[in-house]
């Protein structure tokens, strides 16, 4: 399967979309990666949503399959209720130690 | 009706969970009578009293399909295992009444529970239901001991479930395979129909593949038995398990082993049993004699009665695989007699216990003086162990033994064994009597102890209360029924036990023409 | 091989029609049950005074008059003097199949044998309860009804093993009386020897028992039944079968002869019966010298026509017998106890019995059994009125005189009346009944029994003197006396008032019991001159009680057969010292008698010191040093069993545990429960707790897969992706 890659950058083509996406993607897993702060680092998944996001809607644009969208609605409203469900956490979380630095959590360790 | 002696104990267990905890031991009591109530009823509406016929069926279709039907029924023997069960159930409900003081809620409910699963594996008439009781009954126990059980539960419980179910995945291995195969012989149609898949693996399975499946039913089976060598988690969970814990386990648990090996095994590969049976013998009798020189040692007088159970299911194992009508009708005996009287030795250690928070020999003595009726029942209750004629224990020992002696592979009465596998095998005679009338003379008899203090805060008096005695009373009569008329078991599944062992007399006739086999007499082994 | 067995299966299948007319009429006295069952309702009653605590003589009283009442039914049916029936009492154990079955009913099988045996034991049953009423009473309300019971339990069982008609009712009669023995002895179960000795008998017991249970096995896969009628058609049938020349017929005997040696203390399973002696007086008199030990030449007697097949089998019981009567002689020459004197000459007694046995003198044998019952059990009873008497005295050097003490008059005569008995002093039942014994040791031909026989004579000096001894330290001589330590019983007060000892003398029932058997054992010697029914048999009313059974000399005819050549010999008569053996001995064994009991009165009533200068001098060689003190060590045979059976075997329980636990389930078990915790142990790094690690992970997992099927896209695909 291949796909169009316009020639001039005259047009905002699929392959903008797409790299955005993925930048998108990759700026919230570096950030979740690399911060500590439990907020920041559920902020960081939030974008890594988004960047899938963007990159159903061009897909479904690309394909002209609503499907995409339909998709988007969906996640956005999980997305909303999970932010809900994750930001109670974090404040009961940081109720118990004071804290929000995620290191501070690591009861699950073996040996 | 067997559906009905399934579903109540279950109903009972969830009644006593939803209900007051200080309730829960009267509920459970009556649940259980109620249970025997109806096994007795059954046992008077069956029909199937030396018949050999299975009786009182009935099948719920569950996935059709997939040969998912769920059937119940029972022949003669399954009947009186289902009456062993519904008998010890009551027994140790009541025994247990001043042992369990925490969480009586889901320790009555665990212990209806395990019934339910006990029964529902005797009463199964279809591999499927048959595997989910046989596993089921694991839960309840493992609970039973890691809760209710004494300072190394943790490690007993763990070790008999992880075991024991590593075994019985084996054997499921084994059921399913033979499923499958059975489903390629009938263009696809599934059934877990025990009858039907009997008559596949006769017909169908070439000795080899029926070598195979008699080595997955026997890691299963022979580990619940259990066989030597993979008895290693018994005499761990007899030893952590609560008194009701262990007279279940030894009563009915280890049951399931041999009515296993009774209902799968010997009908189901006959001519891999003929070639394995010598090897499964062999195994058996070491675990006779191995077994009862470590009861010799031990100084836990609960460890020395659980390693008697190994000892002695030897005998039953011995007497399945003597494959002929005498050692199959010992070994059910030896089913029931092993459930009564190491039940009840079971019953008069917890007993004892709860008095004296020790069972350690070096630290009893003379509880003959003190506690006389307990004393008594002690005495009693072992001899019948050991084997004294006129009680249980004999009749079962003496016919797995004479028809292991028999069995001498050629002449008239055909099988794989023969006088040497009887002659040792009945040195484990001697021995027991040398390690249970030991455990007595230091237990029992001999001045008593100074240091042996009775525990007041226990609420039990020095000697047996009523409860207790009644507890003991019902299984010391079955010893003295069973021991004088052995014919009320053996007169009633005694066509039963032939139509199972029929395949062998058609193997027999084939392998050693001129020995028509059960009809005359002959010298065992003289042809040869 | 086949065809053999089939003539023999044939046999047993054509048997039942034919001679169950003949020769068995089966019974309809219902009354002849109630033998059986006295004793068990005396039991059930007992056992229900001692739940409900009964204190007076009640649970005594019963048992002597159920003991009695079949003592009666028995003479009843000696009288009827019927020919060989059998009476059913209900079904035991009955397997049957297609075309088979395995039988075994409680049912009576009553010969003149079983008469015989049933008379004497019911008989002497009832006078020892009775004697026992006495003896016991210092533990009214405590053990008294358990041990009656007891008592009654015993009598059941050994009922049932006399009475017994097949060979599982008598399997259940012998580990029956095994048991009421092991109940017994450990009445005293306090007191550890006692425990321990009860311990010790019934383990003995229990081996001798695994050769009865495999010999049950071998005569039940040979022959298909167990029932004597059965059985004994078949060998009766007058054709000798080539089948009885296969091991599995020829090994029965030797099986037997294991079981008959463990319960009748022989070589070399005796060492039970001298510990034995822990248990109350009453129970060595009853069970350990007149009725119980003797069941072992009972079962030699009734399965006799198996051993004829077997002749060398005779040949060991002989040999067997033999040396056991020699051993226990100078074991018993040498002891101090009198109980332990007495169980010594009973091992011994017993000896001479399988001797006879050996040398086909079953009616030798038989008559032997019945007048040791009653000297024996004199002999136990006065022993008995001493310790009750002594307060537990029964060292012989510590009593002296006892014959002109007050009150102990009876008590001292009758003892001698055992004595001369046991001794076998002319005219005496014992004479008559050692005779028989020993002039047919030299009448039979066997591998060295004429040297057998001159060693018997030898055992009858040393038991003349042993004897004797015990009757010249103990009742005759100077009047004196020590009182035991320990009083018999657990702790009741024995006659001890105010610091000086007042042995108190046995009662009515005691003396009665004594005199009314002491007189059974003068009038046993009667028996040898009435009868006599069957001609060319001597020996009177026994002898034709024997001929009658299944002991009598009865084998298969076949010509060849080398019991048969055997049995023939009977009609040569041997030799001894050129007289026929059966004159000679009168005269022998009566010099021998009389020798021993001289050396006894020298050495222990007029010189006594000569006993004591005579031990010293023994001891003082190097070179016969070890004569007395193996004699007086019971020539270490504890120890050696000990050492060889009981050490290694307890070795090797603890051996195996410690493979149980190590190996088995340490290793194996536990091990392969190991394995997946080692590989688990691996990946345990990337386990550490922290969110972003796991996040790390995770990338890392999803880009390696990514890649993975990249790979994959591009092997199967050739690489055409773009």
Known sequence: MTFQIASEFTQVSLAHFIIFSALLFVVGLVGFFTRRNLIVMFLCTELMFQAALVAFVAFGRYWFNYSGQVFVIFILTVAAAEAALALALVVLLHRRRGSLNADDWKELHEG | ?528 | MIDVTLQLARIVQAMPPVPASEVLHVSGQWWIGFILWCPLISLVLCGLCAACRVKSKLPAWITVFSLAISFVLTLLLAFMDTPPERVELFKWINVHWDGGSFVANFAFYIDSLTILWMSFVTGLGALIALYASEYMEPDVGRGYARFFAGISAFLFAMICLVMGDNLLMLYLGWEGVGFASYWLIGYYYQKPEAVAAAKKAFIVNRIGDLGLALAIYLIWSTFGTIQYNELITVLDAGTYLPVYENWSVQAIPYLLMLAAFGKSAQLPLYVWLPDAMEGPTPVSALIHAATMVTAGVYLIARMYPFFLLAPESLHVVAWVGGLTALLAATIGMAQYDIKRIFAYSTISQLGYMFLGLGVLTTYGAAYHVFTHAFFKAVLFLTCGAIMHGFAGQLDLRKISGLRRMKGWRIVSWTMFIGCLCLAGFPLTSGYFSKDAILAEAFVSQGPGFEVLGWMAIFTAFLTAYYTFRVWCRVCAGEVRCEPGDEHHGDDHDAGTHGGEFHPHAPRFAINIVLLLIAAGALLAAVPYFMGNEVEHVAGGWVADMVHDSTAAEGVPGHPEHPASALHGAEAHHGSILGMDPHVAMYWISACVGGLGLLLAFWLHLWRRQDADRLRSWLLSRFWTRWLPVAMENKWYVDEVYHAFIRAPLWLFGHIFYAIDRYIIDGLFVDGTARLPRLLARCFQPLQNGMLQSYAVTMAGGAVLIALLMLLMLQFFTGGAVS
């Open chain 2, 1 to 528: 009706m067997s559906w009905l002696l399934i579903l109540l104990p279950l109903l009972g267990s969830f009644v006593i969970i939803v209900s007051p905890g200080r309730l829960a031991k009267q509920l459970a009591l009556v649940t259980s009578l109620v249970v025997l109530g109806v096994s007795v009823a059954a046992a008077f509406v069956f029909d199937g009293w030396g018949r050999g016929t299975w009786e009182l069926t009935s099948s719920v279709e569950w996935v059709k399909e997939w040969g998912l039907v769920l059937q119940v029924g029972a022949d003669s023997v399954s009947l009186i295992l289902v009456l062993l069960t519904t008998f010890l159930m009551p027994l140790a409900i009541l025994g247990s009444f001043n042992a369990i003081k925490s969480r009586t809620k889901e320790y009555y409910g665990w212990l209806l529970g395990l019934q339910a699963a006990m029964t529902g594996v005797f009463l199964a008439q279809d591999l499927v239901l048959f595997y989910v009781c046989f596993e089921f009954t694991l839960v309840p126990m493992f609970f039973i001991i890691a809760i209710w059980g004494s300072k190394n539960r943790a490690h007993a419980s763990v070790k008999f479930l992880i075991y024991t179910f590593t075994g019985s995945l084996i054997t499921l291995a084994g059921f399913l395979t033979l499923a499958w195969s059975y489903a390629q012989a009938n263009g696809g149609d599934w059934s877990f129909e025990i009858s039907a898949l009997t008559n596949h693996a006769v017909s169908a399975l070439s000795l080899h593949e029926q070598a195979w499946l008699l080595l997955a039913l026997l890691i299963g089976f022979g580990v619940k038995v259990p066989l030597f060598p993979v008895h290693t988690w018994l005499p761990l969970a007899h030893t952590e398990a609560p008194t009701a814990g262990s007279v279940v386990l030894a009563g009915v648990l280890l049951k399931l082993g041999t009515y296993g090996l009774y209902r799968f095994v010997l009908p189901m590969c006959p001519e891999a049993v003929v070639e394995w049976a010598p090897f499964v013998a062999i195994l058996s009798i070491i675990g006779i004699l191995y077994a009862a020189l470590i009861c010799w040692v031990q100084t836990d007088v609960k460890k020395l009665i659980a390693y008697s159970s190994v000892s002695h299911l030897g005998f039953c194992v011995l007497g399945l695989f003597a494959l002929n009508p005498m050692g199959v009708e010992g070994s059910i005996l030896y089913m029931i007699n092993h459930g009564l009287s190491t039940g009840a030795l079971f019953f008069l250690i917890g007993m004892m216990y709860e008095r004296y928070h020790t069972r350690d020999m070096g630290e009893l003595g003379g509880l003959a003086r003190t506690m006389p009726i307990w004393a008594t029942f002690m005495v009693f209750f072992v001899l019948a162990s050991v084997g004294l004629p006129g009680l249980n224990g004999f009749v079962s020992e003496f016919l797995c033994l004479i028809a292991t002696f028999t069995a001498g592979g050629s002449g008239a009465y055909p099988g794989v064994l023969g006088p040497w596998y009887a002659a040792i095998a009945a040195l484990g005679m001697v021995l027991a009597a040398m390690y249970l009338l030991i455990m007595v003379g230091k237990v029992v008899f001999g001045p008593t102890k100074a240091t042996l203090r009775h525990d007041e805060q226990s609420g039990l008096p020095v000697d047996l209360t009523v409860r207790e005695i009644t507890v003991l009373v019902p299984l010391a009569v079955g010893c003295i029924v069973l021991g004088i008329q052995p014919d009320l078991i053996i007169d009633n599944t005694a066509t039963a036990v032939a139509d199972t062992l029929a395949v062998y007399q058609d193997i027999f006739e084939e392998s050693m023409p001129g020995a028509a086999a059960f009809v005359d007499t002959s010298l065992p082994g003289g042809a040869r």
